[in-house]
């Protein structure tokens, strides 16, 4: 199973977007995989369903700060907007309510998560885009030799 195959293999097993992805690549990071669980998990919905950046983007920004940890900022920063850049250009935005109400989806922004239902499954983007996700983090790892 790839890794964009395991991120949304999570996703679909109830995790949130970003814990989805961040997790894909726990096994090729130092942190055990409850720690990655427990400070990922915020990040679904566009962080606490405010609909702000999308969770998967923000799991590959968390690996990235994890398998990059000596880059200066400047230079971790611009890795991190090349990874945006290259989610936005494939899916039209890093804005969870966006990517959602492109969808047809309404951008909730209750505190209230939704149960995972097959109907939840069935109307959401999501697990294309934590599988894009991955997807591109994988890539950018290879190419800077990280994978």
């Known amino acids: 199973m790839t890794r964009a195959e395991q991120a949304k293999q ?5 995790y949130t977007c970003a814990q989805a992805v961040l997790l894909a690549f726990a096994d090729a990071l130092a942190d055990d995989a409850e720690t990655l669980k427990k400070i990922s998990r915020p990040f679904g919905g566009g962080m606490g ?15 990235l700060g994890l398998f990059f940890p000596d880059l200066s900022k ?13 989610y936005a ?3 039209g935005s890093c804005i969870c309510g966006e ?13 209230q998560a939704e149960a995972r239902t097959p109907e939840y499954y069935r109307k959401r983007p999501c697990p294309e885009l934590v599988y894009g996700a991955a997807e591109i983090l994988e890539t ?8």
């Open 10 to 14: 999570n996703f679909l097993g109830g």
């Open 49 to 63: 369903r405010l609909r702000l950046t999308c969770g998967g983007v923000s799991g590959g920004v968390m690996a």
């Open 74 to 86: 400047s230079e971790l920063y611009a890795l991190v907007q090349e990874y945006a850049r290259r």
């Open 89 to 91: 250009a494939r899916f």
């Open 99 to 111: 990517l959602l109400s492109g969808a047809g989806v309404q951008a909730d922004c209750s505190p």
């Open 140 to 147: 950018l790892l290879k190419e800077r030799g990280k994978l």
